[in-house]
């Protein structure tokens, strides 16, 4: 079976300091991966090298993203390649509105991949269909990116440009941090409607309670730059219940 | 006086232009010649041009041109059905305009004169002494304008000299849209320098759409005072698209209450361009607002000036006045010198102003790749953004398609 993404032995570095330290992870179509871990372990660098932020070093390793090498694009051709991240902090941009840049978006991303640009009565169609499924009033859809938006209202936004995109593979960097539970429930609903057997997503997170409502295959813990532990979505519930002390003295015992 | 006249470099300079024929209130003649005589052009080390430097115009090598324009040029044209008044080189030329006898509600004349009194400043005494014409619009009472009138003003030739003087009186209850635009054929190291002085009467509304979009090594100075009466309503937006040194002076007097003053502006420049913007609002009676703002992109190594003064006067109450300055640096040398000021003499006033300057949101930027755009439209997206925050306040469509087609010419942006 193919991989979506196959990250092997990732190390990087920022401003001399190396916070990936040999990763590895590989994702396959239809499988949803939660890497969860405490602060400081290099989650949401992954997220940001993953993307393309050019202020990381990378030093070692490899990313294969469906059989492109990830690294070699730009931040753009990632994106029009399938990739797509949902920001733990999504930017605001005034005067920026939301539908303009997706239809520009969206008709670059069709041009890199030979197809035609979209109609406009088609993208508004696409986006009455998908503010829905995050429950984004349409309002919100023509407004100025992210600008004056609630917490919760950021991260629908987020998950909004995500079905507008309609990526291969996505990463959610703790798109839980700062919603009340009705947000966490709609952000979720539309991360789970917009799930397909051929596309893949990697939510990074802190707590459990996000994975109540987005039921991962694996879960992977997150530390000191390295995967080193992976199981199945139980694994949440005892992080949730131990914390990650118990991670931490079992490496330590290992040693 | 001839004595005086090769003294210094404004004598050199004025011994080059010929004395006006156009009519005017001798008082303000004298005024002009006193003002002039003997006088050195402005330096750095004056507060009012401390970031302009005027040397190239002091040297400028000025001809008298033949007009040369047999039609208005496409470039000039900016609303379908305004009126227009043409003039090529400070000069009327009646046979390109339209015919603003005919329009109804409107006087014109171009026997202009001043009803301002003298100015203390070399470009309005320059304009006083030398004016290659001056022409005078009257909206009469109650008179609502359907379509603006457009004043076309286009410099053709080489170094040629351009002084024409416009007075526009928006009488009581009328309502009206002017456009003031510069353009130029074939011409290089001409200078225009414009006076228009603007008495907006009791309950009049008035809107000036000042479009600069003059090419090449031409110097432009506008010169606009503006006296507001009881319950009047101004709006001045100065588009600068293009030109390669452009000084904008706006005086505006407030003078009665429950007035409204808007001034907006957007400066968009490249390689060595340099665009001075100076206003003030001067408010002399209570209970009156004013806006302003001001945007600019600068790329190459442009520069730019924002020096905005609000006076608040000491019976001048319940005043609110709003003043903001934005700048957008593209490039490493591009340079902009914002001032704001405020100068509060009432005790019962809301005022605020701020000036911000910066280069385009990096993190903004990235965002907008993480979603497939190029680094250029991520780019060009923000810039027009950020300018485009001025020029949706613009009320004239026409206008405001004028200036993004313009800025998408040059720059290749898309609104």
Redesign the interface.
């Known amino acids: 079976m193919k991989t979506l993404i196959n990250i092997k032995d990732l190390h990087a570095s920022i401003n001399g300091k190396e916070i990936l330290k040999g990763l590895n992870l590989e994702v396959k179509p239809g499988e949803i991966h939660a890497i969860m871990g405490p602060n400081g372990a290099g989650k949401s660098t992954l997220a940001s090298i993953l993307?393309?932020?050019e202020e990381y070093e990378i030093t070692e390793g490899s990313v294969d993203f469906d059989g492109k090498d990830l690294l070699e694009l730009?931040?753009?051709d990632?994106?029009?390649e399938g990739l797509?991240?949902a920001?733990q902090y999504?930017?605001e941009?005034?005067?920026?509105s939301n539908v303009?840049?997706?239809r520009?978006?969206?008709n670059?991303?069709r041009e890199?991949n030979g197809q035609e640009q979209i109609s406009a009565k088609d993208f508004m169609a696409l986006v009455r269909e998908k503010s829905a499924l995050v429950e984004l009033d349409s309002k919100l859809a023509s407004r100025?990116?992210n600008e004056g938006f609630s917490g919760g209202e950021k991260k629908r936004n987020e998950i909004f440009?995500m079905a507008m995109?309609q990526p291969k593979l996505a990463i959610l960097d703790e798109t839980d941090s700062g919603l009340d539970i009705d947000a966490l429930r709609i952000v979720a609903n539309g991360v789970n409607k917009l799930k397909t057997p051929e596309n893949g997503a990697i939510v990074i997170t802190h707590y459990q309670r996000l994975l109540d409502y987005i039921v991962p295959d694996f879960v992977h813990v997150l530390y000191d730059g390295k995967i080193v532990k992976s199981g199945p979505k139980e694994l949440a519930l005892e992080l949730e219940e131990k914390g990650y002390d118990w991670i931490k003295d079992e490496l330590e015992k290992a040693h | 006086m001839s004595q005086t006249l090769m003294n210094t470099k404004l004598d050199q300079f004025r011994s080059k232009l010929t004395p006006s024929k156009v009519k005017i209130d001798q008082t303000l003649l004298d005024h002009a010649d006193a003002y002039l005589n003997g006088r050195e052009f402005p330096t750095t080390r004056d507060e009012f041009w401390k970031y302009t430097r005027l040397t190239k115009i002091s040297n400028l090598q000025i001809n008298v041109n033949a007009s040369i324009i047999q039609s208005i040029p496409e470039a000039a044209i900016i609303h379908p059905n305004a009126q227009k008044i043409v003039f090529e080189n400070g000069v009327y030329r009646k046979d390109l305009s339209d015919n603003i006898h005919q329009l109804s509600g409107v006087q014109f004349s171009d026997k202009g004169n001043s009803n301002f009194s003298f100015q203390e400043e070399v470009f309005y005494a320059l304009n006083y002494k030398y004016s290659t014409d001056a022409i005078t619009i009257d909206i009469e009472s109650k008179t609502v304008l359907k379509d603006p009138i457009h004043l076309i003003l286009i410099s053709s030739g080489e170094g040629s000299v351009s002084m024409p003087r416009i007075a526009i009186n928006a009488d009581k209850f009328s309502e009206s849209e002017i456009i003031v635009s510069t353009h130029n054929v074939n011409s290089q190291n001409c200078l225009t320098n414009v006076v228009i002085e603007v008495d907006v009467q009791e309950n009049a509304k008035l809107t000036i759409n000042k479009v600069q979009n003059e090419k090449s090594t031409n110097f432009s100075v506008f010169n606009e005072r503006v006296d507001q009466a009881l319950n009047s309503c101004f709006m001045l937006n100065t588009l600068t698209l293009n030109g390669s040194w452009v000084r904008n002076n706006v005086r505006v007097n407030v003078k009665g209450q429950n007035v409204e003053t808007h001034l907006l502006g957007a400066y968009v420049t490249n390689e060595s361009q340099h665009v001075d913007n100076h206003t003030l609002i001067d408010h002399l009676a209570p209970n009156c607002q004013s806006n302003e703002l001001y945007k600019g992109v600068l790329d190459g190594k442009s520069t730019g000036v924002f020096n905005g003064k609000v006076f608040v006067r000491k019976d001048a109450q319940k005043i609110n006045a709003f003043q903001s300055n934005g700048n957008v640096l593209l490039s490493d040398d591009a340079t902009i010198n914002s001032k704001p000021e405020l100068e509060i003499y009432a005790d019962d006033v809301k005022c605020s102003h701020g000036s911000t300057t910066g280069q385009l949101?990096e993190?903004?930027v990235?965002?907008?790749?993480?979603?497939?755009?190029?680094?250029k439209?991520a780019r060009h997206?923000?810039v027009t953004?950020?300018i485009?925050?001025v020029l949706e306040k613009v009320e004239d469509e026409h206008v405001v398609k004028y200036a993004e087609s313009a800025l998408s010419e040059r720059y290749g942006w898309s609104f």
């Open positions: 993307a393309g932020r730009a931040t753009e990632r994106a029009r797509f991240l920001f999504p930017v941009i005034p005067g920026v303009n840049f997706l520009t978006a969206l670059e991303i890199y100025s990116v440009q995109l | 949101d993190d903004a990235y965002y907008l790749r993480t979603r497939g755009l190029s680094e439209s997206l923000l953004a950020f485009g925050d």
